[in-house]
Antibody
Framework: QVQLVQSGAEVKRPGASVKVSCKASGYTFSHFGISWVRQAPGQGLEWMGWISAYNGNTIYGQRLQGRVTMTTDTSTSTAYMELRSLRSDDTAVYYC???????????????WGQGTLVTVSS | DVVMAQSPLSLPVTLGQPASISCRSSESLEHIDGNTYVSWFQQRPGQSPRRLIYKVSNRDSGVPDRFSGSGSATDFTLKISRVETEDVGVYYCMQGTHGRVTFGGGTKVEIK
């Protein structure tokens, strides 16, 4: 069965960086992509961006462009999301979700990880 | 980016009664491939979102048939025919048609 298992909770200082991982199993990782979505406490869902595990192409959300980098490692079936220059309003649960591999394909977010809480506090 | 206007914000429902959630997009969600990529997600308290409906009206595996999706172009609806206790949570619509995904603001379904 498809599973996405994310790394554990993080606590970071303002200005620091965080890197969250998402390990996939139950399907051929390089045949799909990954979207990242975050949810601030008590708030709705915000799409952060997408990466193709097939060719590494990315699409980033406009709000985070310049601070976020998404990568994949097909040898370990793992996707990564790094967010830099952290601020207090980056405190959120970060989710990964499976996607099609092509840049012009529609986004479907069919399977989700369990989420990773990132807390930014001085 | 496409705006997804979801209503209502809160939906108190009596057990066994129907519920309906609306989502309106700021532009047509028909993809160049001819499909319309509107999905609905359920998020129970303390859990990750779970997709219920994809491409407007297709139920995901294991989703009870009391959930149904409908709509076209810019207007979409999620219906629960008879609300059960396990349906309590927040529901989100989402468009995946246009490059950058956008979500509705969410509807909190609770039992009266």
């Amino acid at each position: 069965q498809v599973q996405l298992v994310q790394s554990g909770a993080e606590v970071k200082r303002p200005g620091a960086s965080v890197k969250v991982s998402c390990k996939a199993s139950g399907y051929t990782f390089s045949h799909f992509g990954i979207s990242w979505v975050r949810q601030a406490p008590g708030q709705g869902l915000e799409w952060m961006g997408w990466i193709s595990a097939y060719n590494g192409n990315t699409i980033y959300g406009q709000r985070l462009q310049g601070r976020v980098t998404m990568t994949t490692d097909t040898s370990t079936s793992t996707a990564y999301m790094e967010l830099r220059s952290l601020r207090s309003d980056d405190t959120a649960v970060y989710y990964c979700a499976r996607e099609p591999p092509a840049q012009d394909a529609a986004k479907v977010l069919d399977f989700w990880g369990q989420g990773t809480l990132v807390t930014v506090s001085s | 980016d496409v705006v997804m206007a979801q209503s209502p914000l809160s939906l108190p429902v009596t057990l066994g009664q129907p519920a309906s959630i609306s989502c309106r997009s700021s532009e047509s969600l028909e993809h160049i491939d001819g499909n319309t990529y509107v999905s609905w997600f359920q998020q129970r308290p303390g859990q990750s979102p779970r997709r219920l409906i994809y491409k407007v009206s297709n139920r995901d595996s294991g989703v009870p048939d009391r959930f149904s999706g409908s709509g076209s172009a810019t207007d979409f609806t999620l219906k629960i025919s008879r609300v059960e206790t396990e349906d309590v949570g927040v529901y989100y619509c989402m468009q995946g048609t246009h490059g950058r995904v956008t979500f509705g603001g969410g509807t909190k379904v609770e039992i009266k």
